[in-house]
């Protein structure tokens, strides 16, 4: 497993939760990194992104919400998530690749889906009211 995630869970709306991402020496060093979800019936769409230099961008939907920070003692980086919402309620997966594939925060199309090299497994958050 090249990405191990872990974090998810139930949370009443307005509370928290924090996900991480932990990488192999190499992908966390190499390439940048993006949180993704998917909810019943939509596409994977990208919601926060890290670029090797620290770079953080954040997708309208949650920016001052949610932060990525990192760890590179621990080659992990979390995904914090405040005053979570309903709307918020997803399979989250993170995912590594070049900075052109995973920081433009989008939803995927089939093509990009199939290019990014690393996909974590993916972890249920559900917000309830």
């Known amino acids: 497993v090249q990405l191990e995630e872990s974090g998810g869970g139930l949370v009443q709306s307005g509370g928290s939760l924090r996900l991480s991402c932990t990488a192999s020496?190499?992908?966390?060093?190499?390439?940048?990194m993006a949180w993704f979800r998917q909810s019943p019936g939509k596409g994977r769409e990208g919601v926060a992104a890290?670029?090797?230099?620290?770079?953080?961008t954040y997708a309208d939907s949650v920016k001052g919400r949610f932060t990525i920070s990192q760890d590179n003692a621990k080659d992990t980086r979390y995904l914090q998530m405040n005053s979570l919402k309903p709307e918020d309620t997803a399979i989250y997966y993170c995912?590594?690749?070049?900075?052109?594939?995973?920081?433009?925060?989008?939803?995927?199309?089939?093509?990009?889906?199939?290019?990014?090299?690393?996909w974590g497994q993916g972890t249920q958050v559900t917000v309830e009211t």
């Open positions: 995912a590594a690749g070049p900075p052109w594939l995973v920081l433009p925060l989008r939803q995927l199309d089939n093509r990009d889906f199939d290019n990014v090299p690393y």
């Open positions: 020496t190499y992908i966390y060093n190499t390439y940048s």
């Open positions: 890290i670029a090797t230099d620290g770079t953080t």
